[in-house]
């Protein structure tokens, strides 16, 4: 397959320079093609008509390689192609429009590699990941999954949730309202009415509306509140603040407030525009509602576990390739109108890491490439003897290490850890047994590993 996928871009280099590339194709005549001009922009001054070829060509098969690799990233191609389709005859200058045919070659090109093949390469690294992880448990008489379901249950820890042990106190008949279904969806639909709130705000809305939508807010926000004391008081404070979304419903609430009392008093000696956050923050409520939500919750959070692997070699990746851009490029003369200029250069290695931060993105990244080429303006000086041509293999290298390569690690990482997805449900999983706690938790909410008889055959008998 890998050979395949090599047969075909060295296919596409071929068809590139024979169809398009033929020397002294690519280029761009400054004037006519003989004679002198004038130029007025700056100083009235008569300069030499000269030949100047494109950035990108196919004048052979390794500029026609590069070229490729350049319109494979997405970056430039649009260039690239007018260039293609405005080619006519050696030596003459190009025609808007002349070879309109050209256009299906990247068509196809695209087609072909960056949609197709390149999401081969994703899925072999995703396999080869895999492979790897298998080959570590060889070893061991258990599988992947067992091991899994054993780790979990070693460090699992019981949920206690607070019941009142009096049934005939108001804190009890309080406790019982708030657990109930019926409160909490009554809750969840809320959050969803707030949500549809939010979005109605639009620029220059009439004052009515914006009236209308200030009061919803805070009855809104009063509902919220309401839903806290109630919680404080069927818990009791210190049991309130021992679950994690409480915390999160408490902040919320006191955020919510905060913006109102700062927008009603007109405030303006302190800007606290960003408690507007904590209304929208009040959706991810609906995270922990939902079996399968639970699920990719916690497949999320298991995938950040095996992260910080790859983030450390990427991080090593981007420390190599930021120290040797200081040493080749560092001394490059900053320009606004060029790459190089004083947001992005490799003057000091934080520079140097934003730098290449924005071309693992992607992002122009052959434009910065072009622009550390040998003969640029040194800095500090006039003479122009900076930068170097090695350039070309340092930027495609860091690309198709890092793009194509290193940051794909994060999808075989997630992907691993959602295999279970396409499994048999029934095969136990270490998400079963974070499911069986929370569930489990519901009917000894003291932890006290005891289960009235009745309860046990709701419990067993639930679905999921």
Not at 96 to 124: D, H, K, Q, T
Not at 311 to 320: K, P, Y
Request: with cysteine; aromatic share 16%; charged share 15%.
């Amino acid at each position: 397959m890998r050979v395949c996928g090599r047969a075909r871009v060295w296919a596409c280099t071929c068809v590139g320079v024979h169809v398009c590339g033929r020397a002294r194709q690519f280029v761009l005549c400054l004037g006519q093609r003989t004679g002198q001009y004038v130029v007025y922009e700056t100083e009235n001054k008569v300069v030499d008509r000269e030949w100047k070829r494109y950035d990108f060509h196919y004048d052979n098969v390794i500029w026609a390689l590069l070229t490729l690799f350049t319109v494979s990233t997405g970056e430039g191609w649009p260039q690239v192609l007018q260039h293609s389709v405005d080619v006519t005859e050696v030596d003459q200058g190009p025609i808007p429009g002349n070879r309109m045919e050209m256009s299906i070659f990247y068509i196809v090109y695209f087609v072909v590699f960056p949609f197709f093949f390149v999401n081969i390469f994703v899925a072999l690294i995703i396999i080869t990941f895999q492979e790897q992880g298998d080959k570590m448990l060889e070893e061991s008489s258990l599988e992947k999954n067992e091991r899994a379901c054993i780790e979990f249950a070693i460090s699992a820890k019981p949920l206690t949730r607070y019941m009142p042990q009096n049934r005939q106190t108001f804190q009890y008949r309080v406790w019982h309202f708030v657990v109930s279904p019926s409160f909490e969806y009554t809750i969840l639909t809320m959050i969803a009415l707030n949500t549809v709130v939010l979005m109605m705000k639009h620029h220059s809305p009439p004052p009515g509306f914006v009236t209308v939508l200030k009061f919803m807010n805070i009855a809104f926000t009063i509902s919220f509140t309401l839903e806290c004391v109630l919680k404080i008081i069927a818990f009791g404070f210190l049991n309130y603040f021992r679950d994690s979304w409480n915390v999160f419903d408490f902040v919320t609430v006191v955020g919510s407030i905060s913006e109102i009392i700062v927008n009603e008093c007109k405030l303006k000696f302190v800007n606290l525009s960003f408690l507007k956050l904590f209304r929208a923050a009040r959706l991810i409520k609906l995270l922990r509602q939902g079996y399968t939500i639970r699920i990719l919750l916690w497949t999320f959070v298991q995938s950040f576990k095996a992260l910080p692997y790859v983030c450390l070699l990427i991080a090593m990746l981007f420390f190599i390739y930021a120290i040797i851009g200081m040493q080749l490029f560092g001394n490059i003369g900053l320009d606004d109108s060029t790459p190089i200029n004083r947001h992005n250069n490799f003057h000091t290695f934080f520079n140097a890491l934003m730098l290449l931060f924005r071309s693992a993105t992607g992002e122009s990244w052959q434009e910065i490439m072009l622009a550390c080429l040998s003969e640029k303006r040194c800095e500090g000086s006039s003479e122009h003897r900076c930068g170097t041509d090695f350039a070309y293999f340092y930027f495609v290298s860091f690309i198709f290490l890092c793009s194509f390569l290193m940051l794909n690690l994060f999808v075989a990482v997630i992907m691993d850890n959602f295999e279970y997805l396409t499994r048999d449900s029934s095969i136990l999983g270490p998400h079963h047994l974070d499911e069986f706690v929370r569930v489990w938790a519901e009917y000894d909410r003291a932890a006290w590993y005891d289960c009235h008889s009745q309860s046990a055959s709701c419990f067993f008998f639930r679905p999921h």
